[in-house]
Structures are given as structure tokens and as C-alpha cells.
């Protein structure tokens, strides 16, 4: 059988639609039919640049943040039926090596991520996955929301699981995407005593404290003639001074993330983090990163980086939302229907819509799916 629409992509900026077969399913796995699916970053990189490091994206479905409707349970499968609403999570790793066995299955060398080379993506009609990767949705949960987990997944693992974030502790983050915005909301459901939000974009340091109730810092301009290493320890500095950042005590920050990969904000979180804290990366950018090596020592800093998730944090991500600590609904700022998706490829691209309204976190609707359609 072949009527599953997918979105293809086939070189740099060379997308299509193709008919590809429906997966079959056995054992313990389940066919989803996707009805949502968010724009993520590394789609955005993949579209427009052909590879991420080492992997290159050729005649590969793109998408992985996505939630559907199940559509046909493998002979196994106890927990689930036929039209549950689930989220998917879009690794399949292989269960049996050091870091599964250790509970680190995102580190898995053999996983299968959707839309990474060589792993085909969700955008389409029809997604297989093991039945304990697609996770039942709450009533009042919408599929959007659903659409949204991933994401949230990830910053729930990099303030709750790697950054260990607790009532009453401040936290800084850099970069106000989407990932950004939701390690605040994250850090605001546990109690977070404060919230610091950093972007050079002042447009989304406005959203963030709507969102958050985060105080703000937009980054001060480079000098003439200075590095990056000498900008960012007197942004450091003024961030300090304009916001009362101490290195000790209750104005301290506990822990920093960065979720924009710019290396000045990786070299201005060293500065910032408090004596004993925690620096977690999130971010993807640049991999040749100078940084003050001294603080590390002196700070006794934990340095964490983040990869996607693991075990727990889908589940907790779905709690939160579903018990009303975290709204997803103001971070869709744009939904198309499937054959736009590459409209809204190129609107995440440039940051803003043809009519101009910046994008934060675009939905495309699977196959046949009416955008309003929840």
C-alpha cells in the first residue's frame, strides 16, 4: 500500500511531495496517523543547509515533532487501541547497550532519530513506532500540545533531569526561541524564585517576560577592535550590575542555560553562573567555543550538555501541561495545512511570516487535516 503523502526533502532547498509506502507493523509497534507536527531548528538546517556536522540529508521525509491518532496496534500491544491520541517521541534506540542499559538511551549510538540522516521523518500521512513511544494524551490536551512535547521534553530535561532545578532557585537562560521559552516555563512550574531571560532580539525578550514573568537583559554592543572573550566579560559585568546578579546568595544564579549557541552567551554564562552552580547546554552552534577555563575552576562549576531526552521526561513534560502549570497555545504563532509545508519551512527560516508576524513555533497539519482540526 502506497497513500502516504510525505514531505521529502531531496537536496539544500529542494523539497517534495512523494508517495511512500505504509509502514507495516509487528510486535510490539503502532501505526500513527500524524495529524501535527512543529518546525524545529534542526529541520530549518537540514532544509536549508543539506547536513548538521557529519550528516548529510538526501531524499529523507523531514519533521519529528508530532502527535496523531493511533491507527493500527501490532499483535503485542496492550496499552494502547486504535484512535488513542498520543504524542510521539522520534528516537528508536536499540535497548541493550552501556548507556540504554544505564538509563542514558538518548546517548544510544544506534539510534534512529526521525528526519536525521539516514531515518526517514514524520511528515507524512502515516509514522511507526514502538507502542511505548507513543504516549497517551490527556483529555484537555489538544494534538498541538501533543505536537509540542517534543520540545518541551527537551527542556525539561536540561532544567529538571541534567540541571537538577528545585523551588526557589533563579535561573538564566540565553536565547528566547522556543526551547529558551520553555526552559523558563519549565523553571516558573517548579517555583523558580527567578527568572532571568537573555536575547538580543528585543521582541522576544517582551514575549518572554508576557509568557514567564522573566526579567530581562538585551546584551550591550561590541566595541570596536574587542574579541568575543573581552565583550563578554563586560556584558557579564553590565548583566550584573543591571539586574543585581551577586556570585553568592539569594541573588545568585543556580543555574544557567544557554539555548541559543551563540559563543558569547556560552562565554557570558561562565561569568554570570554563581560560585558551586550549574551550566547546562542546550543550544547547538558553533563546536570551536573559547571560554574562560579559570572559572570553571575557581566557580567549581557543573558543566552539563543536553542531548534531546531520556527516560521520564516525555511523561513529566505531558504532566505539566496537563496539570496547568505550562500553557503551549501562545508559543503556535503560525499553523499550515500539509501543502504548505514548504511556506512554512521558509517562514521558520527567515523568522517571520509574508505578512510579517515573527515566527516562534509553526504547526503544519498532516495530510487531509483542516488546520483548526484538534
Known amino acids: ?189 517548579f517555583g523558580a524564585s527567578r527568572i532571568i531571560a537573555v536575547d538580543i532580539v528585543q521582541s522576544r525578550l517582551d514575549f518572554a517576560k508576557e509568557y514567564t514573568g522573566a526579567d530581562t537583559y538585551l546584551p550591550i554592543p561590541f566595541k570596536e577592535g574587542e574579541s568575543k572573550v573581552e565583550y563578554s566579560q563586560r556584558s557579564a559585568s553590565a548583566m550584573q550590575q543591571q539586574l543585581g546578579i551577586e556570585d553568592r546568595g539569594p541573588k545568585a544564579v543556580d543555574l544557567v542555560i544557554d539555548a541559543s549557541g551563540a559563543e558569547v552567551s556560552i562565554q557570558t554564562a561562565f561569568y554570570i553562573a554563581k560560585t558551586g552552580g550549574t551550566f547546562v547546554q542546550v543550544g547547538i552552534g558553533a563546536f570551536d567555543v573559547t571560554v574562560n577555563f579559570g572559572m570553571l575552576l575557581i566557580k567549581e562549576l557543573t558543566c552539563k550538555g543536553a542531548f534531546r531526552y531520556g527516560p521520564g521526561d516525555y511523561p513529566h513534560a505531558i504532566a505539566l501541561v496537563a496539570q496547568g502549570k505550562i500553557d503551549l497555545r501562545p508559543l503556535v504563532t503560525h499553523r499550515f495545512p500539509f501543502d504548505q509545508a514548504l511556506t512554512a519551512f521558509n517562514a521558520t527560516r527567515d523568522g517571520k511570516s509574508k505578512d510579517g508576524k515573527g515566527v516562534l513555533k509553526a504547526i503544519i497539519s498532516g495530510p487531509d487535516v483542516p488546520i483548526d482540526e484538534d
Not at 142 to 153: F, I, K, V
Request: hydrophobic share 40%; glycine share 10%.
Open 1 to 189: 500500500m502506497s497513500d502516504n503523502p510525505s514531505f521529502v526533502l531531496k537536496a539544500v532547498e529542494d523539497v517534495v511531495y512523494e508517495q511512500r509506502p505504509i509502514p507495516e507493523i509487528s510486535g510490539n509497534q503502532v501505526l500513527i496517523k500524524i495529524k501535527k507536527t512543529g518546525i524545529c531548528g534542526s529541520d530549518v538546517h537540514f532544509y536549508a543547509h543539506g547536513r548538521i556536522a557529519h550528516l548529510v540529508a538526501k531524499n529523507m521525509v523531514l519533521g519529528h515533532e508530532s502527535a496523531g491518532i493511533v491507527h493500527a496496534v501490532g499483535p503485542d500491544v496492550k496499552h494502547l487501541k486504535v484512535g488513542d491520541r498520543v504524542a510521539v517521541e522520534p528516537g528508536i534506540t536499540c535497548g541493550t547497550c552501556d548507556t540504554c542499559r544505564l538509563g542514558r538511551y538518548n546517548l544510544c549510538a544506534d539510534i534512529a532519530f526521525a528526519a536525521t540522516p539516514p531515518t526517514d521523518g514524520t511528515l507524512a500521512r502515516f509514522y511507526r513506532v514502538p507502542a511505548h513511544l507513543a504516549y497517551p494524551l490527556p483529555d484537555g490536551l489538544s494534538l498541538e500540545d501533543g505536537a509540542m512535547m517534543e520540545p518541551l521534553a527537551v527542556a525539561v530535561h536540561a532544567v529538571s533531569s541534567l540541571g537538577s532545578f528545585r523551588n526557589n532557585q533563579t535561573i538564566a537562560i540565553f536565547g528566547c526561541g522556543p526551547v529558551g521559552l520553555l526552559c523558563m516555563a519549565v523553571a516558573r512550574a
